[in-house]
């Protein structure tokens, strides 16, 4: 077993197809030699993905990043990156050269993505494919704040639901939060800031909760987060953490005395249950966190 074990990691390293492995904080622990000479990596190095692709956007080198506003599209990246257990896209790089990549997750968020070379693929073909994965990331993105959507947030519900029959037993937390007097924003301020209360609220939250939890915008000034795995208690202590840091935000520097608060509603996955009564029961409790005073996180049993 242990010949094989050597020979296998030897394979890897060797490999001109690109392997790597992340942690379940998205945090680079294994990368062979092709995948390290690709994005500019240096063997004793273990960044967050975040990083890799910040450093090697502004240095102009590994992935090309489309976009105006790095930033934006980082966030609205990491609102699908390793939610689902298997995933499969295309991405070119600045050399040239285009990639078949797959990323494989496990249940406690360790991902293995493994990279082809397909640039000999025809041109008009790649732009054909391209086009639909770019539909296909807009089908899926809130405009506004270009976190995940009502349709990829449902969807990630039905597949934690789909987990949790297989399995015969709670797979996990769901939490629906609504910002507090959002009419009431708009009304004072105008709409244009509370456009921007959301957005600054899609991204106080993206940084707290894991890459495997599933955060999206669910209409209006409503949002859903998705905790696979996880239990009441520990979807409290995230909750209670995400409203205490909205709460103490000042986020519109023209308006320094501006703060807005959040509440919440928790509910565990029950075995058997359907995502309709799970979404129900969440939204029960956020109906009692909004009756109890609001600012507050409330959990249905």
């Not at 242990?2 to 890897?12: G, P, V």
């Not at 998705?226 to 000042?250: K, N, S, Y």
């Not at 969440?282 to 109906?287: F, K």
Request: charged share 30%; aromatic share 8%.
């Amino acid at each position: 077993m242990n010949q094989i074990s050597e020979r296998l990691a030897e394979l890897q390293e060797d490999s001109a197809v690109l392997i790597a492995l992340y942690d379940q904080e998205d945090r680079l622990r294994y990368a062979n030699a092709a995948f390290r000479s690709t994005f500019v990596i240096e063997p004793d190095e273990a960044p967050l993905w975040s990083e890799l692709m910040r450093r090697n956007t502004h240095a102009g080198r590994g992935t090309i990043i489309r976009t105006a506003d790095f930033e934006v599209w980082l966030v609205s990246a990491q609102s699908r990156r390793g939610k689902l257990p298997f995933r499969a896209f295309e991405t070119d790089v600045v050399d040239g050269r285009w990639f078949w990549m797959t990323e494989t997750v496990q249940k406690d968020g360790w991902m293995l993505c493994i990279a082809s070379d397909i640039t000999h693929f025809k041109q008009s073909g790649r732009d054909v494919r391209q086009d639909r994965d770019f539909a296909l990331r807009a089908s899926q993105t809130d405009e506004l704040t270009s976190i995940s959507n009502r349709r990829f947030m449902m969807a990630a519900l039905e597949s934690l639901i789909a987990g949790q029959d297989l399995a015969h037993r709670g797979a996990g937390c769901i939490c629906i939060i609504d910002l507090d007097f959002f009419k009431r924003i708009n009304d004072v301020y105008g709409h244009q800031f509370g456009d921007d209360v959301l957005i600054d609220f899609s991204r106080r939250v993206q940084p707290v909760i894991r890459r495997r939890d599933s955060f999206g915008r669910i209409g209006g000034e409503e949002f859903m987060l998705i905790l696979p795995d996880t239990t009441l208690a520990q979807a409290e202590l995230i909750v209670e953490r995400i409203i205490a840091m909205v709460r103490g935000a000042r986020p519109i520097p023209s308006v320094p005395s501006f703060s807005y608060t959040c509440s919440a509603g928790l509910a565990e996955l029950r075995p058997g249950e359907t995502s309709r009564e799970v979404y129900a029961r969440a939204d029960e409790a956020l109906y009692t966190a909004k009756q109890s005073g609001r600012d507050r996180l409330k959990i249905v049993a």
